[in-house]
């Protein structure tokens, strides 16, 4: 088993939980077989599928990011980003393809599952409790967990200072960026293996765009992979490791974020010159 080290009662531990789900829940439910290393940590592979019975919005789409990096996907308005992230997430039944976690295959897991198994996802959409506090919303990000969370939420708090001065404030009442630290610090809650944001800079000025990269950037130096949805393609571009354009949800381009960002025709097309 990689990595399968106990780090219950570890008073010290990081925000990122790389090593397992450690007193959260065991990650190998059911007997199946564990992972080889090598290859991405979370891969939707070839993907094709829709919506119920509507046509395809996936067409082979695959979207995957490695232990320690950051992976950004952009592309215009309607590319299928979101449908790309639902997919990975267990919200979408994929005609074809598949979705690996730390190489095994949880193409059939549930979204609950999911997180069970280590996975933390921000929807670009209704991602926070409006009418409850929030740190109401952060305990209920630890819903999976048995085990004392206030040290994660104290970590959460680190992280986001303004949710610890405003934690008996309705979410509802916060500022969009800080909304968005409220869905980030909720999903953080479960001490998930890699976390999955889609769009978390939606709708806030460039300087809070500016803190809550930092703040991803932090997290994802802990050591937790970060996959993650952003229409400010530039400046996502240039934090990121790995970089996927969809177009009409085909994958369009994909590279280094320094790759995309000199590409020409990435430029020119999605990038505005
Ligand atoms: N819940 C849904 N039911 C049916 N079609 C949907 C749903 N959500 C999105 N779509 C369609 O899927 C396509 C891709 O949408 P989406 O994944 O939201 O794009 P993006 O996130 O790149 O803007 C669009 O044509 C959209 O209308
Ligand atoms: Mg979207």
Do not use: W
Request: hydrophobic content about 40%; aromatic content about 4%.
């Amino acid at each position: 088993m990689s990595g399968g080290y106990d780090d219950r009662g570890n008073r010290d531990a990081s925000i990122a939980n790389p090593q397992g789900m450690g007193e959260a829940q065991p990650v190998h439910e059911g007997g199946h077989a564990h992972a080889a290393p090598g290859g991405p940590f979370l891969i939707g592979e070839a993907m094709t599928g829709g919506y119920g019975r509507g046509a395809d919005i996936l067409h082979a789409c695959t979207i995957a990011v490695e232990r320690g990096e950051i992976a950004v996907i952009v592309g215009p308005n309607g590319a299928g980003k979101s449908t790309a992230m639902k997919a990975v997430f267990g919200m979408l039944n994929l005609r074809e393809g598949a979705v690996r976690l730390d190489g095994e295959d949880i193409t059939e897991l549930s979204p609950q599952a999911r997180v069970r198994r280590g996975m933390g996802f921000v929807p670009q959409t209704h991602n926070i409790f409006t009418s409850m506090s929030v740190e109401e919303n952060l305990e209920m990000g630890a819903f999976i967990r048995r085990d004392d969370f206030r040290d994660t939420m104290a970590q959460v708090y680190d992280l986001f200072p303004i949710l610890k001065e405003k934690r008996r404030q309705a979410a509802g009442e916060l500022s969009g960026g800080q909304r968005q630290q409220v869905a980030v610090g909720r999903a953080l809650m479960t001490r998930p293996k890699v976390l999955m944001l889609d769009e978390p800079t939606a709708g806030v000025s460039p300087i809070v765009m500016d803190e809550l990269f930092d703040r991803i950037i932090e997290v994802a130096r802990t050591g937790l992979p970060v996959l993650m949805v952003e229409q400010n393609a530039r400046q996502a571009l240039e934090i990121a490791d790995k970089g996927y354009v969809l177009v009409q949800g085909r994958n369009a381009h994909t590279g280094t974020g320094r790759e995309l960002l000199a590409d020409d025709e990435v430029r020119r097309s999605f990038l505005g010159g």
